[in-house]
């Protein structure tokens, strides 16, 4: 009796120091600030897919000429991805389709962009999508910014 309270009271406390690292992980990516709520799909088919399937929920936080990227459900101190302006190319914009509309946060639109190569897909809020395009438009002299 005495053993499973013990190991109860373990796995209860083990929880507790889990979530509050949890929550301080994502304190500590806030606390610089310029970061934002972006789900983000990366390595997206050409043709329209809208499962629903391969969105990440996350934060991205500015940084200088990068965007780095950080996955909400980790305990991964550094960016999952991080994102050149100079190399990022928007191609679209939309709003969530189909599955989507279940998969993303309610006031979500999708922003279709292209990065050294590779598709990807951000969706954010209205807010954040103007904050995100004005930085990408703020690129300095020299610099090629292709912004649909």
């Known amino acids: 009796m005495f053993l499973a309270l013990l190991v109860s009271a373990l796995v209860v406390a083990l929880v507790v120091i889990g979530l509050f ?5 994502r304190r500590l990516i806030q606390r610089s600030g310029g970061t934002f709520d972006c789900s983000l799909r990366w390595n997206v088919p050409e043709e329209g897919d809208t499962s629903g399937k391969g969105w990440v929920y996350g934060v991205a936080r500015y940084s200088g000429d990068q965007i780095g990227w950080f996955r ?3 305990y991964a101190p550094r960016p999952r991805r991080i994102l ?3 190399s990022i190319e928007v191609l679209d914009r939309r709003m969530p389709e ?3 509309e279940l998969a993303l946060l309610s006031d979500s ?4 962009c292209l ?3 590779t598709r990807l897909e951000l ?3 209205e807010d954040a999508l103007t904050g995100f395009l004005a930085w990408l438009e703020a690129a300095p002299p020299g610099q090629r910014v292709n912004v649909a």
């Open 21 to 25: 690292v949890f929550g301080l992980r």
């Open 72 to 74: 909400v459900f980790s």
């Open 84 to 86: 050149e302006r100079s």
């Open 98 to 100: 189909g599955e989507e």
């Open 109 to 112: 639109v999708v922003l279709g």
């Open 115 to 117: 990065h050294r190569g």
């Open 123 to 125: 969706a954010m809020s």
